[in-house]
C-alpha cells in the first residue's frame, strides 16, 4: 500500500509551490483551532473573578483569531482544491495518450466502456484520496499536535487519561480501510462493466431493436446496476459504521476526564476555567482524529481506483520506436514480408505462419481468402500496428522495427471497410491530420472522392457537423469522406480494406469510381472480400489457415483451380443461376 501511495503523490511534485501554500495555511489553521481552546482558560477564569480588562480583550482575541482562521482556510481549501482538479487533468491525460500509444493487440480483450470507467470515475477517486490526504493527513495531523500541546500544558495528567483511547482508534481506522478498499475496488469493477454494457448497447441500438433484445438489454443492465449498488452499500456501510465507533471511542476518553477532572476541580487542585478550557481542547482534539478515519476511507477509495489506472498506465506497448529510429526516406522500391509469422497473445495457433511476399512500387496487390486467413492481420503489419512474432517487414531496404512510427505511417494511407469518421465537421474529418486546411484543395479532393455534390446538399455544407461516427450520413457517403482522407494525405502506399461490400448498387458505382482514382499511381495491398473487385489487380495472393496457396492474376487462378477458383464460384454461380433460372 505504502509504494502505491507513494506513486499517487508523486502527482503532486508540479504542484510544490501552492502545496507548501496550502500546508503553511494548513499550519496557522491548526494554530488558529488550538488558540481558541486556549484563550478559554483566562476568558473564564478573570470573567468569573470580575476582571473587565481581560471581558474586554479576550473577545476581541477571539475574533481576530476566527478572521485568521478564516483566511487560513480559504487558502488551504483553495489551493487544495486547485491541486486536486489539476491531478485529474493530469491523470487522464496521461492515461488517454498511454492508450493512443498502445498497439492494436491491447484493445483485443479491453471493452471501450471498461476503459472509459477508468478514465472518469477511477480518476476521480484517486483525486479525492490525493487532495483529501494531503490536507486531512497534514492538517489534522498538525491539529492533533497543537491540541495535544495545549492539553499537556494545561494538565498532563489529564491529558493522558484522555489519550488512553487513542491506541483503540488505531485498529478501526486500519480495519474498515481494508473493507472499504476491497468493496470499493469491486464497485469500480462493476462500474466499468456498466458503462461497457451501455456503450454497446448504444452503438448497436439497431439491432438490439431489430431483434427485439430491448427487454433482455433491460434484465443485463438492471442485474449490474443492482451488482454495483451492492457494492455501494457496502462502501456507505463502512462508513456510517466508523462514526459511531470513533464517537464512542471519543465519549470514554471525555466521561473519564469529567469524572477526574470533576473530583479535582471540587478539591480545589485545579480551576473550573482549566477545566472548560481542557475540556475544550479535548472535544476539539477528537474532531480531527475522527476526520482522519473518514479520510482514511476515502484513501483506501482511491487505492482501489489507483490500481486499476496504474494496470493501463504499466502496460508495457508492444509497439515502441527503437532507441535510434531512422525517418524512412521517399518510398520508392518494395513492400517485403520475409518469413512473417504472427501469433496472438493466449492463441493456440498463428494467424500467419512463414509468410514471404514481396510487393513492388506501383504494384496493386489483393489478398484475398476465408474468413480468419490472416488478411487483415498481414496488412496491419506494414503500417506496424503490431509487429510479428518472427520474420520481418521490410519498407525498401528498411525494417519496420528500425523506422520511427510516424515517418512510416506518413507514407501510408488506410481505408478500411468499417469507416472511421468523428463527431466533427465534414472539412476536419476529409483534412483529419492535417494542421493548416487548405478549403479548396478539400473541396477539389471531395470532388475526385465522389463527394463534393452530396456535402454541399448538407445543412451547413463542408462546415457541417456530422454525428458521432458519421450518423447523419448513409453508409455510402460515410465511405466517400473515407477516400477524400486517404486522397488528400496521398502517400505512396495505400493499404485499401474492400469498401463496397455493404453498398447499394448506385453508391458502389461511386465509390468504386473514387477508389479506381486512389490507387492511380500508388503501391495498393487491397484485402478483397469480393473477388469481382480485384479482377484487374496485378496479383492476387490467396491465403488459406496463415499460409500462402496461391498466387498470379485471376485468369490464371481461375484456370489453376485451387482455393481461388473455388471462392470465386462460391459468389458467381449463385448469381448466375438466379439470373438464367431456367
Known amino acids: 500500500m505504502i509504494p502505491l501511495y507513494k506513486r499517487l503523490l508523486q502527482f503532486l511534485k508540479p504542484y510544490r509551490g501552492r502545496l507548501f501554500i496550502a500546508m503553511f495555511c494548513m499550519v496557522i489553521l491548526a494554530a488558529c483551532t488550538a488558540g481558541l481552546a486556549w484563550v478559554l482558560q483566562p476568558a473564564l477564569d478573570h470573567a468569573l473573578s470580575g476582571n473587565q480588562e481581560y471581558i474586554y480583550l479576550i473577545p476581541l482575541a477571539v475574533i481576530v483569531i476566527y478572521v485568521v482562521k478564516g483566511a487560513a482556510y480559504f487558502g488551504q481549501g483553495y489551493m487544495m482544491g486547485y491541486i486536486g482538479q489539476h491531478v485529474i487533468y493530469d491523470l487522464r491525460n496521461l492515461i488517454y495518450r498511454r492508450l493512443t500509444e498502445q498497439s492494436l493487440g491491447f484493445f483485443v480483450h479491453r471493452k471501450t466502456g471498461e476503459l472509459l470507467a477508468r478514465i472518469s470515475y477511477d480518476v476521480s477517486l484517486v483525486q479525492a484520496a490525493v487532495s483529501t490526504a494531503v490536507t486531512a493527513l497534514m492538517r489534522d495531523s498538525v491539529s492533533i499536535v497543537f491540541l495535544l500541546a495545549v492539553v499537556l500544558y494545561q494538565d498532563w495528567l489529564l491529558a493522558l487519561i484522555a489519550v488512553l483511547v487513542f491506541p483503540a482508534v488505531v485498529y478501526p481506522i486500519i480495519r474498515f480501510g481494508k473493507k472499504m478498499r476491497s468493496a470499493s475496488f469491486d464497485g469500480q469493477v462493476s462500474m466499468g462493466q456498466l458503462s461497457s454494457l451501455v456503450e454497446e448497447t448504444v452503438s448497436g441500438i439497431r439491432v438490439v431493436k431489430a431483434f427485439g433484445m430491448e427487454a433482455y438489454e433491460y434484465k443485463r443492465f438492471t442485474a449490474l446496476t ?310 484487374h489487380a496485378d496479383r492476387i495472393v490467396v491465403l488459406d489457415s496463415g499460409k500462402i496457396v496461391q498466387s498470379g492474376r485471376h485468369e490464371d487462378l481461375l484456370k489453376e483451380g485451387g482455393l481461388y477458383s473455388e471462392l470465386y464460384h462460391m459468389q458467381f454461380e449463385p448469381q448466375e443461376v438466379m439470373s438464367n433460372p431456367g
Open 226 to 535: 443492482g451488482d454495483f449498488l451492492k457494492h455501494q452499500l457496502r462502501v456507505f456501510k463502512i462508513h456510517a459504521l466508523s462514526f459511531p465507533i470513533m464517537e464512542l471511542l471519543a465519549g470514554f476518553g471525555i466521561a473519564g476526564v469529567l469524572f477526574y477532572g470533576g473530583l479535582r476541580v471540587a478539591s480545589g487542585e485545579t480551576t473550573a476555567g482549566t477545566l472548560m478550557s481542557f475540556l475544550a481542547a479535548l472535544i476539539m482534539l477528537y474532531e480531527p482524529v475522527k476526520r482522519l478515519s473518514r479520510a482514511n476511507n476515502e484513501i483506501q477509495q482511491g487505492l482501489a481506483a489507483s490500481e486499476r489506472i496504474f494496470e493501463i498506465l504499466d502496460e508495457p506497448a508492444t509497439v515502441e520506436d527503437a532507441t535510434a529510429a531512422k525517418e524512412l526516406p521517399p518510398f520508392s522500391d518494395l513492400i517485403r514480408f520475409d518469413h512473417v509469422s504472427l501469433q496472438y497473445p493466449g492463441a493456440k495457433a498463428p494467424v500467419l505462419d512463414d509468410i514471404s511476399l514481396q510487393v513492388n512500387t506501383g504494384e496493386v496487390v489483393a489478398l484475398v481468402g476465408r474468413s480468419g486467413a490472416g488478411k487483415t492481420s498481414m496488412a496491419n503489419l506494414v503500417p506496424r500496428f503490431m509487429d510479428t512474432t518472427a520474420g520481418r517487414i521490410l519498407i525498401d531496404r528498411f525494417d519496420v522495427r528500425e523506422l520511427s512510427q510516424a515517418s512510416l505511417r506518413d507514407q501510408i494511407s488506410l481505408v478500411t471497410q468499417e469507416v472511421i469518421l468523428f463527431n466533427d465537421s465534414v472539412i476536419r474529418n476529409i483534412a483529419y491530420g492535417h494542421d493548416e486546411i487548405d478549403r479548396e484543395k478539400v473541396e477539389a479532393i471531395a470532388g475526385a472522392a465522389n463527394a463534393h455534390d452530396f456535402i454541399m446538399k448538407l445543412p451547413q455544407g463542408y462546415d457541417t457537423l456530422i454525428g458521432e461516427r458519421g450518423v447523419i450520413l448513409s453508409g455510402g457517403q460515410r465511405q466517400r469522406l473515407s477516400l477524400a482522407r486517404a486522397l488528400l494525405k496521398d502517400a505512396p502506399i495505400l493499404i485499401l480494406d474492400e469498401a463496397t461490400s455493404s453498398l447499394d448498387t448506385e453508391s458502389e458505382r461511386l465509390v468504386q469510381q473514387a477508389i479506381d482514382r486512389l490507387m492511380k499511381g500508388r503501391t495498393v495491398i487491397v484485402i478483397a472480400h469480393r473477388l469481382s473487385t480485384i479482377r
